[in-house]
């Protein structure tokens, strides 16, 4: 895996996105470069804007696990071109033989799914891909073609969703001068470029530029004060930084209007899995009437989950909440926990925004009716 840094952000030439929807401020997540996944390192944001280079797919799992690229979609992104990848290395590698060529992007597929557990984007990527090199009509070198194909059309896929989940959160946030409460990172970083939950703050905010967004630091690896600050304030969106346990004293003031924040998996009830933190703020936000939106794509909801209680959540290293970078601030041998996403019950959710409508209560109907809704 190689490491560039950026020239100031600006677009490099080559990229595969298309110019008629292209990202915002610049900001490139993971794209497909000939043959080579280039994502920023979100590790090293915002300090650095260094990007990498990935050439196989054993480094887009490194990059996913360790948290290089982060994001439900932006996994889902990440991990198509990891198998893009995968399959023009099983070429390479001479497993030209339709047995041995499957055997390889079965072990690459394995591999990628088991980086992290709680994004259902990243599975059904994976499986949107494997429809392809399960084919017995098409030879590997027509499968390696079709899934590179396929991964650029993810990527493209997510940027015009994001865009239609701005609009449609856009038109239910009517209310002059909203000041919105965002957690964790939902912006262009998370996705392929544009943002669920920053897209909607993005869409309200071409609309009345006197929105301002607080958001929220996100401990322990601090998404909201790297990573969404980062974003906002290059775009020049009115915001201010709080910590995590400031939020009640915020929505209890009635400065915050509405509460809008991404998720990882929305089960066929309407029970969101999100960012360790999100359901401590449902409860902030309903217990002070605020509205809680949800904002995500289809490829978020995972129907065959009747509810949140049997979603993975992922544990992660004790190390993240004991310091950060080489600073440590708990006593050395201390217990942690550190579970990285927690489950917010649907009672708690005004309503999901995805870019094939608004979901309101009840959500295994109205979740049902957009799910047939793009069948037909
Ligand atoms: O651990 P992360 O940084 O991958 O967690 C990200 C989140 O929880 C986001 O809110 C979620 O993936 C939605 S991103 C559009």
């Known amino acids: 895996m190689e490491a560039t840094p950026s020239a100031g952000g600006r677009r490099g030439d080559g990229a595969a996105s298309p110019a008629s929807i292209p990202g915002v401020a610049g900001i490139r997540t993971v794209e497909w470069r000939d043959g080579t996944v280039v994502m920023i390192d979100q590790r090293r944001l915002p300090l650095e804007e260094v990007y990498i280079h990935c050439r196989t797919w054993e480094e887009v799992a490194d990059a996913i696990r360790t948290m290089a690229v982060r994001g439900a979609p932006a996994l889902g992104v990440a991990a198509a071109m990891g198998m893009a990848l995968a399959a ?90 909203p000041v919105i409460l965002t957690h964790c990172n939902a912006g262009a970083l998370a996705t ?19 929105l301002h967004v607080l958001v929220d630091e996100t401990r322990p690896l601090l998404q909201g004060a790297r990573l969404t600050a980062w974003e906002l304030m290059r775009e020049g969106i009115s915001m201010e ?24 998996r929305i089960t066929a009830n309407g029970d969101v899995a999100n960012k360790i933190g999100t359901y401590s703020l449902s409860v902030l936000a309903r217990e002070n009437g605020v509205p809680f939106y949800v904002a995500a794509p289809f490829s978020t909801v995972d129907r065959c989950l009747p509810d949140g209680s049997a979603v993975p959540i992922e544990e992660r290293a004790a190390s993240e909440v004991t310091g950060f970078d080489a600073v440590r601030w708990a006593p050395p041998g201390v217990q942690v926990r550190n579970p990285a996403f927690d489950v917010t019950p649907a009672r708690n959710v005004t309503a999901i925004i995805t870019e094939r409508g608004v979901a309101f209560p009840p959500y295994e109907e109205s979740l049902e009716r957009l799910d047939t809704l793009e069948e037909r």
């Open 192 to 210: 392929a470029g544009y943002g669920t939950a920053l897209g909607v703050i993005r869409s309200v905010h071409a609309r009345d530029p006197r």
């Open 241 to 264: 930084l709080i910590t995590d346990n400031m939020a009640g004293y915020f929505l209890n003031k009635g400065v915050v209007t509405h509460v809008v924040v991404g998720a990882d």
């Open 88 to 177: 023009r290395a099983a070429l390479r590698s001479g497993a030209g033989a339709p047995a041995r060529f499957r055997a390889e992007l079965q072990a690459a597929s394995k591999g990628l799914f088991e980086t992290r557990p709680t994004a259902y984007n990243l599975p059904w990527a994976l499986r949107e891909m494997e429809r392809i090199w399960t084919r017995d009509d098409l030879a590997p070198s027509e499968v390696a073609e079709e899934m590179e194909r396929l991964a650029v059309k993810i990527y493209e896929d997510d940027l015009v969703s994001c865009r239609a989940i701005g609009d449609n959160g856009a038109a239910l946030i009517q209310e002059e001068r």
